[in-house]
C-alpha cells in the first residue's frame, strides 16, 4: 500500500505539473505513455501470442504512434487533427494488411485486428488528453479529465465502503458497487461544479459561468469513467492477466493506471467542446 500511495503521489504531481505547463509538454510526456500502453494492450491480446518479442505488427504500430504525435504535437497548426487521426488510422491498417498478405501465413487476421485495436484504444484515445489541453480554457478542461477519473474513482471508494450493498458487476469487479458508482458520480459532478467557480473567479471577464456545463461534463464523466474502468478489467478477464505491466509500482501498468483516463478523456473533449463553444 505504501508503494501504491508514492506512486500515486508522483504520478499526480506530474500530471498537475505538465498540465499547468501545457503546451507540447504534455504532448512530449504522452509519447512514452502511449508506446508502453500500446505495448501492453498489444501482450494482452495475443500480437504476439507466443511471445517470441516484438514482431513486426507491433513495430508499424511504434512508427504509427510516433509519426501520430509528432504531427499532433509540432503540425497541429498546419493540419486538420480530425483528419489526421483518421488517415493514420487508415494508414497503419493498410501496413498491417500489408504485412499480413505479404508474410502469409506467419500472421493471423486476429493478430491485425488486435495491433489496430491497441492502437486506436491507448495511443489515439490517450492523445486527447493532449487535445484537450490545448482548447480555450484548457487547464480548466485537462483537470476535468481527472476529476472525472481518479477522484471519481476516490469518491467512488469511499462511497461504496460507507454505504456499499449491491454488486454493480460481480464478475468483473466484484469490489465495486452500485452505491459507490453512484457516490463517484456525484463527487465527480460537485467536484467539476466547484471548479467552474474557480474559472469564474479567475477570470471574471467571462458572461458565461459553465456552472451547468462541469456538472453536466462531470455527471456523464464519471459514468464513462466506471465503463472505462470495467472494460480494461474486461480485457484482463479475457485474457486470464492480473495487471498489464509492471512499469509503475503498486499499480501495474500504464493501462492499469490509466485505463479510466484514456476511455474517458474523448467525451470529455467533445463535450467541452460543443458545450463550452470551443473549437
Known amino acids: 500500500m505504501k508503494t501504491r500511495v508514492i506512486s500515486g503521489v508522483i504520478i499526480a504531481a506530474i500530471c498537475i505539473a505538465v498540465g499547468i505547463v501545457g503546451g507540447p509538454a504534455v504532448g512530449i510526456i504522452l509519447i512514452p505513455c502511449a508506446l508502453i500502453g500500446y505495448h501492453e494492450l498489444c501482450k494482452a491480446c495475443g500480437v504476439d501470442p507466443k511471445n517470441n518479442g516484438t514482431n513486426a505488427l507491433e513495430i508499424l504500430g511504434y512508427i504509427a504512434i510516433m509519426m501520430y504525435y509528432l504531427g499532433l504535437i509540432f503540425e497541429s497548426a498546419y493540419i486538420n487533427l480530425n483528419f489526421f487521426t483518421i488517415v493514420m488510422i487508415v494508414l497503419l491498417l493498410l501496413s498491417l494488411m500489408g504485412v499480413y498478405v505479404l508474410t502469409f501465413p506467419k500472421f493471423h487476421a486476429d493478430q491485425v485486428m488486435a ?165
Open 115 to 279: 495491433a489496430l485495436f491497441s492502437f486506436v484504444y491507448c495511443p489515439v484515445l490517450m492523445s486527447f488528453i493532449y487535445r484537450a489541453r490545448c482548447l480555450p480554457y484548457g487547464v480548466y478542461v485537462y483537470a476535468l479529465i481527472f476529476f472525472c477519473t481518479w477522484i471519481c474513482d476516490t469518491c467512488a471508494y469511499f462511497a461504496g465502503r460507507a454505504f456499499g450493498k449491491h454488486k454493480m458487476a460481480p464478475v468483473l469487479s466484484p469490489k465495486k458497487t452500485i452505491e459507490g458508482f453512484f457516490g463517484g458520480i456525484i463527487g465527480s459532478a460537485v467536484l467539476c461544479f466547484l471548479l467552474s467557480i474557480f474559472l469564474k473567479w479567475q477570470h471574471p471577464e467571462e458572461p458565461a459561468s459553465f456552472g451547468l456545463t462541469f456538472t453536466i461534463i462531470g455527471l456523464v464523466g464519471g459514468t464513462v469513467s466506471a465503463i472505462g474502468d470495467l472494460a480494461a478489467s474486461a480485457i484482463k478477464r479475457d485474457h486470464n492477466i492480473k495487471d498489464y505491466g509492471n512499469c509503475i509500482p503498486g499499480h501495474g501498468g500504464i493501462m492499469d493506471r490509466f485505463d479510466s483516463v484514456i476511455f474517458t478523456t474523448p467525451i470529455i473533449y467533445f463535450l467541452a467542446v460543443l458545450l463550452m463553444q470551443t473549437k
